[in-house]
């Protein structure tokens, strides 16, 4: 039995048997848009433990006070690799869950718009571009754009990454 898109009906497995939620080299098609399902609200505590965590002691993230009274914004900032981070995982499940050899590095990263505590962030992904591997017949690599855009649409987070992908298993 299959589904509308010809793919057999249950779990999708990888090689060894192992489910995966991702997509293969060979369903990411240039031009391919991925409106992912999960939506994240971004929580003082998110921002707070991420900068702690992560050694940034900037005031921007961290002091009320001074953010209020020394910035153009009137409030802390989302760090923003904790955005990227959100972003980049919320894309995991519908694209690379399972699916990945491994991340290659990002091309481009940009933060058009600030988020804030309280935020809700959605993304998208397209696919901008893919190749199969010349050194690895049973992969491919593919350049993913991620968007994250916010509660009222505006672009928080554009990152160009690429990614080495498996083939799906014969």
């Known amino acids: 039995m299959t589904g509308d898109d010809d793919e057999p009906i249950g779990p999708r497995v990888d090689a060894s048997g192992r489910p995966v939620g991702g997509r293969w080299f060979e369903d990411l098609l240039i031009g391919t848009i991925v409106h992912h399902a999960v939506r994240r609200t971004v929580t003082e505590y998110d921002n707070v433990a991420f900068t702690?965590?992560?050694m940034n002691p900037a005031w921007l993230h961290l002091d009320f006070d001074?953010?209020?009274n020394d910035t153009e914004f009137g409030r802390p900032l989302v760090n923003s690799l904790l955005?990227?981070?959100?972003?980049?995982?919320?894309?995991?499940?519908e694209t690379t869950l399972g699916t990945t050899v491994a991340n290659l590095g990002f091309d481009r990263i940009e933060f058009p718009a600030p988020?804030?505590?309280?935020?809700?962030?959605?993304?998208?992904?397209?696919?901008?571009?893919?190749?199969?591997?010349?050194?690895?017949?049973?992969?491919?690599?593919?350049?993913?754009?991620?968007?994250?855009?916010?509660?009222?649409?505006?672009?928080?987070?554009?990152?160009?990454?690429?990614?080495?992908?498996?083939?799906?298993p014969a």
Not at 83 to 93: A, D, K, P, Q, Y
Not at 120 to 144: I, K
């Open 52 to 54: 702690t965590m992560t």
């Open 115 to 168: 988020v804030f505590h309280g935020d809700t962030l959605r993304v998208e992904t397209e696919v901008l571009a893919a190749r199969p591997s010349t050194s690895r017949p049973t992969q491919g690599v593919v350049t993913f754009e991620h968007r994250g855009l916010n509660q009222h649409d505006a672009l928080v987070c554009r990152a160009v990454r690429n990614a080495l992908m498996h083939r799906r």
């Open 83 to 93: 955005t990227l981070g959100i972003v980049i995982g919320i894309s995991v499940h």
């Open 66 to 68: 001074y953010a209020e």
